[in-house]
């Protein structure tokens, strides 16, 4: 088995391509030890010593690091244990963990308003933002404000509010009027 690995724009986050379906369908976040009880997989890299985050996308595993560690130090172990996992049968996720679609649910008088902000993302903003390892979903608006929830890469990445504000922002209102502004959201 091959591992590729791609820097993205957070340096404190490296993109691992197994060569292989990681998810087959929506995203799973892990920002937690705790979380990743959840997955088989995410719990053997927590295991490494300087792993703050994991997220899974389709064919991609982010992995998040502590500042005070260095790539060079745990990146090995991080594909020793995307190996090891991948060769074990195991699967990525347990029984009862489930992915997500990403967006939040959204209904009201607002309704056509949001399923225009969704398309959006799915059409033009999240297969963007997965190439560098991330995803941005939506969190809820409300007169006029986008709440978007960051994972992966995005999470904590130093030009994710340049990407926030110059990119999604302009797209966001160039084709929706309503839309005043985005902002980020912590969940």
């Avoid at 060569?19 to 979380?35: C, K, M, R, S």
């Avoid at 059409?123 to 978007?148: C, E, K, M, N, W």
């Avoid at 922002?169 to 969940?187: D, F, G, K, M």
């Amino acid at each position: 088995m091959f591992i590729q690995t791609e820097s993205t724009p957070n340096p404190a986050t490296l993109k691992f391509l197994p060569g292989q379906t990681v998810l087959e369908v929506g995203t799973a976040d892990f920002p937690t030890v705790e979380a990743a009880a959840k997955s088989p997989l995410a719990a053997r890299i927590f295991a490494v010593n300087g792993v703050t985050g994991v997220f899974f996308g389709n064919d991609f595993v982010t992995v998040t690091k502590a500042n005070e560690v260095e790539w060079d130090h745990i990146k090995p172990a991080i594909l020793g244990a995307v190996m090891e996992h991948y060769q074990s049968g195991q699967p990525v996720m347990g029984d009862e963990a489930q992915t997500a679609s990403g967006h939040a649910e959204h209904s009201g008088e607002d309704a056509e308003i949001v399923n225009q902000i969704k398309e959006l993302l799915d059409s033009r903003v999240r297969p963007a933002v997965a190439q560098d390892g991330g995803d941005i979903t939506f969190h809820g608006f409300d007169r006029g404000v986008v709440y978007l929830h960051m994972q992966g890469a995005c999470a904590g990445c130093p030009s994710s509010t340049l990407t926030l504000k110059m990119g999604i922002e302009n797209l966001l209102r160039h084709y929706i009027p309503e839309v005043t502004e985005v902002r980020p959201v912590a969940v």
